[in-house]
Nanobody, 120 residues
Framework: QVQLVESGGGLVQPGGSLRLSCAAS????????MGWYRQAPGKQRELVAR???????IVAPSVKGRFTISRDNAKNTVYLQMNSLGPEDTAVYYC??????????????WGQGTQVTVSS
């Protein structure tokens, strides 16, 4: 099994910054894509950013230029640096990882979610 532990959420004022982290642990054979999703109250969960093992990134237009996704393969950890935060970024942020415990492929694992609240 694979466990994901997220950290870094909290309350921040508009214009502020936060850095989210998600560390994967367990019986990991390989990790492919890692990503961040978010879900605001009353809305569907949406992709924020995703990064491949090789470092290719996809970033949602709504956060492009403000958020940066990165990963440390040696630590099985993905990060989301969030700058210029606004109230529209308020949501629960979830880490998603495609990980395999054997050489037979990968499965999707989700973190427990971390709340990000942008308010003055």
């Amino acid at each position: 099994q694979v466990q994901l532990v997220e950290s870094g959420g909290g309350l921040v004022q508009p214009g502020g910054s936060l850095r989210l982290s998600c560390a994967a642990s367990g019986s990991i054979f390989s990790i492919n894509d890692m990503g961040w999703y978010r879900q605001a109250p009353g809305k569907q969960r949406e992709l924020v950013a995703r990064i491949t093992r090789g470092g290719t990134t996809i970033v949602a237009p709504s956060v492009k230029g403000r958020f940066t996704i990165s990963r440390d393969n040696a630590k099985n950890t993905v990060y989301l640096q969030m700058n210029s935060l606004g109230p529209e970024d308020t949501a629960v942020y979830y880490c998603k990882v495609a990980a395999g415990t054997t050489s037979w492929g990968t499965s999707a694992y989700w973190g427990q979610g971390t709340q990000v609240t942008v308010s003055s």
